[in-house]
Every structure is written in C-alpha cells, then in structure tokens.
C-alpha cells in the first residue's frame, strides 16, 4: 500500500534531485543521511513505479519513491504484522 509523504529536496542547476528530509502527518521528520542509489524502479509491495532512492535513515536502508510529482513510501501491511504476532508459538 502507498503512503504519500512530504519531502524537503534539493534541486541542483542540472535539474538532479536529492531527498534531504521526510516530513510526517503529524509533525515528525527524519533526516535522510544519505542516498546510495537513485533509479528507475517499480514499487512490488505498494504498486506503482517511478524513481526510486534508497536512502540510509537512522543506520537502516529505506527506499522513497518519487511517482510523477509526489513522493511515497511502501506502507508496511499492519494486517499481516498484527497476524504474525498473534499467531499461537508450535509446541514440540
């Protein structure tokens, strides 16, 4: 599922983008110490394509995606973790 995000970005003279922030709903942001890659990619988990950054946030790798003029993250499925938590442990 997407999650449309804000994002503060810096464009250069060449027309490059570079992420630098993501700003949350609720007033919340995170610093992106640093993008890795930059590349044309579909999104599997949430649907869609566009430009994909995967960027170190917090010492963990995150991918962004840019689709057309908006930014998006792949919103993790709550349903499924909430399963696998709930699921009863097997005893042997």
């Known amino acids: 599922m997407k999650k449309y995000i804000s994002v503060t970005a810096q464009f250069d003279q060449d027309g490059n983008i570079l992420p630098l ?20 990619a579909a999104s599997l988990k949430a649907g869609g394509a566009g430009i994909r950054y995967t960027c170190r946030i917090h010492s963990k790798e995150k991918y962004i995606y840019l ?8 919103e993790p499925n709550i349903v499924a973790q909430k399963l696998r ?7 042997s």
């Open 21 to 40: 922030k993501i700003n949350w709903d609720d007033g919340r942001t995170f610093d992106i110490d640093r993008v890795t890659d930059i590349r044309y």
């Open 67 to 74: 689709e057309e003029n908006r930014w998006f993250i792949e």
């Open 85 to 91: 938590s709930t699921t009863p442990e097997r005893c």
